[in-house]
């Protein structure tokens, strides 16, 4: 409450059921124009479409070091409707057993993106558009597809 002169509305799982989720972040949320919404991501990560309300979320908790709840999770910000920069933060404690299963749920994430089809370089390799050596050598996705789309215009 110093800090931004309000009290932020917490997300209590327990107390406010998934199907009731939404229409509570646009009572309590939304319409009291909070700026601080704390909760767990494990609460957020499906069903909810408004959240673009929010431009910065603070994970405070490792979601179970599941890439899928992480990704659904930080989904609910960054999507269409959002007009802010998003900022996704996760504080860790460095050295302890936190920061490697944070670690641990970052590659997660990136195989995930990988499998998915959603991760760049990943795409392009798939799709036959880049090479191996190409990658290595630090082209640019964008230099990378322009040359792709541009073989045999000789």
């Given at each position: 409450k110093e800090k931004t002169g309000e009290v932020a509305a917490v997300?209590?799982?327990?107390?406010?059921?998934?199907?009731k989720r939404q229409a509570w972040i646009d009572k309590e949320f939304i319409g009291k124009g909070r700026k601080v919404l704390i909760?767990?991501?494990?609460?957020?990560?499906?069903g909810l479409n408004n959240l673009v309300y929010c431009?910065?979320?603070?994970w405070f908790e490792n979601p179970s070091c599941n890439?899928?709840?992480?990704?659904?999770?930080n989904g609910r910000?960054?999507?269409?409707?959002?007009?802010?920069?998003v900022r996704i933060l996760?504080?860790?404690?460095?050295?302890?057993?936190?920061s490697l299963a944070h670690g641990l749920l970052l590659r997660k994430v990136?195989?995930?993106?990988?499998?998915?089809?959603?991760?760049?370089?990943?795409?392009?390799e798939a799709a036959g558009a880049a090479?191996?050596?190409?990658?290595?050598d630090s082209f640019t996705f964008g230099k990378a597809l322009f040359e792709s789309l541009n073989e045999g215009d000789d």
């Amino acid at each position: 409450k110093e800090k931004t002169g309000e009290v932020a509305a917490v997300l209590d799982a327990a107390k406010v059921g998934t199907a009731k989720r939404q229409a509570w972040i646009d009572k309590e949320f939304i319409g009291k124009g909070r700026k601080v919404l704390i909760v767990n991501p494990v609460a957020v990560q499906t069903g909810l479409n408004n959240l673009v309300y929010c431009s910065t979320a603070i994970w405070f908790e490792n979601p179970s070091c599941n890439a899928i709840v992480y990704r659904q999770a930080n989904g609910r910000l960054d999507r269409i409707g959002q007009t802010k920069p998003v900022r996704i933060l996760f504080p860790v404690y460095a050295g302890t057993a936190q920061s490697l299963a944070h670690g641990l749920l970052l590659r997660k994430v990136a195989v995930s993106l990988q499998t998915d089809g959603l991760d760049a370089q990943s795409a392009l390799e798939a799709a036959g558009a880049a090479h191996e050596d190409t990658l290595r050598d630090s082209f640019t996705f964008g230099k990378a597809l322009f040359e792709s789309l541009n073989e045999g215009d000789d």
